[in-house]
């Protein structure tokens, strides 16, 4: 059964500290989104890819947040330094087909919180 | 930003109800998806409309886009209390895909 999976599904960590979340997109798919969901924002669309290459990215702050694809079945995103108001429930998509047309499949997020 | 916003913010009903849960959106769109979220869970989708449709059907679900007043809605008819979730709209508009509000958060009480 096709998922996407994300790692860890949880993380509390120290302010300061570098966070590295994980994200195994599904097989074949070309396009990848990472959101981060809070209550008082919603969700936010922080970066997406297609065909690994970032297209945009202008939703993260880029002092201290980076995503990558390394490979086809890895995306990541660091945090460095992670600080408490980056807090918040983190996802990963990834779907088939243009940017403009993707049906998003949603893995069940990284709850992280930075005290 | 959110492009979609949805209302009510949240809605409850008692089972067999019919909930109905309303999306607007500032810019002009490519489609329109609606999605589902359980607590704690990740979102799956439920449906997209195209922006030359104007009705979408998906078995107890009903999606009607309009265009002219840029705003969606989506029913769910003879509701049941596994419906209980929060539901997103998310537009998509050039190169931003998948932009979403904040959602309304459905009860439905058996």
């Known amino acids: 059964d096709a998922r996407v999976t994300q790692t860890p599904r949880h993380k509390v960590t120290e302010m300061g500290q570098e966070v590295t979340m994980r994200c195994q997109p599904i097989l074949g798919h070309n396009t990848v989104f990472w959101y981060r969901q809070t209550m008082m924002q919603g969700l936010e669309l922080l970066a997406y890819?297609?065909?690994?290459?970032?297209?945009?990215d202008s939703g993260m702050p880029k002092d201290r947040f980076s995503a990558e694809m390394p490979d086809a079945t890895l995306a990541t995103l660091k945090i460095q330094p992670s600080e408490p108001r980056d807090s918040a429930v983190y996802f990963c998509?990834?779907?088939?087909?243009?940017?403009?047309?993707?049906?998003?499949?949603f893995g069940q997020g990284t709850r992280l919180t930075v005290v | 930003s959110q492009q979609g916003e949805e209302d009510p913010q949240a809605l409850s009903i008692q089972e067999g109800e019919n909930a109905t849960m309303n999306c607007s959106y500032k810019?002009?769109?490519?489609?329109l998806q609606w999605y589902r979220q359980n607590s704690g869970r990740g979102l799956v989708h439920l449906i997209l409309i195209r922006s030359n449709e104007r009705e979408k059907h998906s078995g107890r679900l009903r999606v009607t886009l309009d265009t002219s007043k840029k705003s969606s809605s989506l029913l769910i008819t003879a509701s049941r209390a596994a419906d209980t979730a929060s539901y997103f709209c998310?537009?998509?508009?050039?190169?931003?895909?998948?932009?979403f509000g904040k959602g309304t958060r459905l009860s439905v009480i058996a």
């Open positions: 998310a537009t998509d508009s050039g190169n931003t895909p998948l932009v």
């Open positions: 810019t002009s769109i490519n489609n």
């Open positions: 998509a990834s779907g088939l087909g243009p940017v403009w047309n993707t049906e998003a499949f």
């Open positions: 890819f297609r065909n690994r290459a970032p297209l945009d």
